[in-house]
C-alpha cells in the first residue's frame, strides 16, 4: 500500500519521505493523538533558520558542501533526506540512551514506549550525514518535521570527530524540560521497550534497528546490545 494510500492516523508503513513531504506525521497525530501539542510548521521552519545563523565558525566554512547531521538512532537506518556523504565519527560529551517516555509514537496511554536521546556525559560512536547545500532548508524541514514537531529534542551544533578530521554537526539532544524526559532503571527500560507500541511501530523494532545498523557499521555498542538481548527474552517468555 502506497503511502498516499493509508488512512489520515495510520503509519504502520513506517516514516517515509513522503510522509514527511506532506507533513504527514501532524496528520496522523491529529486523529490518533489530538491532545499532544505539536509545533506549526512555521515554528519549525524558524527553528532551522535560527540553528542555521547559529553555524560555528568551522561550520561556516562548510556551508558550501551542505550541513552535517549526527546520526545516533533512526537517522542512521531511516534519514528521509538525500544523503551525500557519511562517515563514521564520535561524539564526546553526550552518550545515546532512552531517556524519553512517550505515549505517542513508538507508544502510546496504554503501552508507552521509549526514545533514544543524547544526554550529558561521555561520548558516542554514530555517523556524520552530509545534506547537499542545494535545498537546504527543504531538506532539513524534512529532519525538523521527525524529530522538532513534539518538542522531545534541541538542535545544537557539537564538533565531531571523524576519519577525515572533526566536524561541526547537528545533533538533536534531550529536551531536559520536556515532561517526556525520564530516567529509569535497567528492569523499567526493558520492559517499555519490550512492551511499548504507537502508530509508528514498537519501540523494540527501533532498538533493534539501531542495533543492527551500528553493528553493520562496525559500531559495537555494548549496552544497546544487551538491552536488545534482554528485550527479547522478555518478549519470548511473555
Not at 545544537?156 to 561541526?168: D, E, I, N, Q
Not at 545533533?171 to 520492559?191: E, I, K, S, W, Y
Request: a neutral charge; charged letters at 20%; proline letters at 4%.
Amino acid at each position: 500500500m502506497r503511502d498516499a494510500d493509508r488512512a489520515p492516523g495510520d503509519l504502520a508503513g513506517g516514516i517515509t519521505r513522503e510522509v514527511l513531504e506532506r507533513d504527514g506525521i501532524r496528520t496522523a497525530f491529529g486523529v490518533r493523538h489530538p491532545d499532544v501539542a505539536l509545533a506549526s510548521d512555521a515554528a519549525l521552519r524558524n527553528s532551522i533558520r535560527h540553528t542555521l545563523a547559529k553555524r560555528p565558525d568551522d561550520a561556516h566554512a562548510q556551508a558550501t558542501a551542505g550541513v552535517w547531521l549526527f546520526g545516533y538512532g533512526s537517522l542512521l537506518w531511516n534519514p528521509c533526506v538525500a544523503v551525500a556523504e557519511s562517515r563514521m565519527a564520535r561524539l564526546y560529551g553526550f552518550h545515546r540512551d532512552f531517556r524519553l517516555k512517550l505515549a505517542y509514537g513508538r507508544g502510546s496511554p496504554e503501552a508507552p514506549g521509549l526514545m533514544l536521546g543524547l544526554v550529558p556525559g561521555g561520548s558516542c560512536n554514530g555517523m556524520t550525514l552530509r545534506v547537499s547545500a542545494s535545498d537546504i532548508e527543504h531538506e532539513l524541514l524534512m529532519v525538523w518535521r521527525r524529530e522538532m514537531l513534539t518538542g522531545v529534542y534541541t538542535p545544537r551544533w557539537l564538533t565531531v570527530r571523524t576519519s577525515a578530521g572533526p566536524v561541526a554537526a547537528i545533533a538533536f539532544v534531550v529536551n531536559a524540560a520536556h515532561p517526556g524526559h525520564c530516567r529509569l532503571d535497567d528492569t523499567q527500560v526493558v520492559h517499555l521497550l519490550a512492551t511499548g507500541h504507537g502508530m509508528i511501530g514498537s519501540s523494540a523494532d527501533y532498538l533493534a534497528n539501531t542495533v543492527a545498523h551500528l553493528e553493520a557499521e562496525g559500531i559495537h555498542d555494548g549496552r544497546l546490545q544487551t538491552l536488545h538481548e534482554r528485550v527479547q527474552r522478555s518478549r519470548l517468555s511473555s
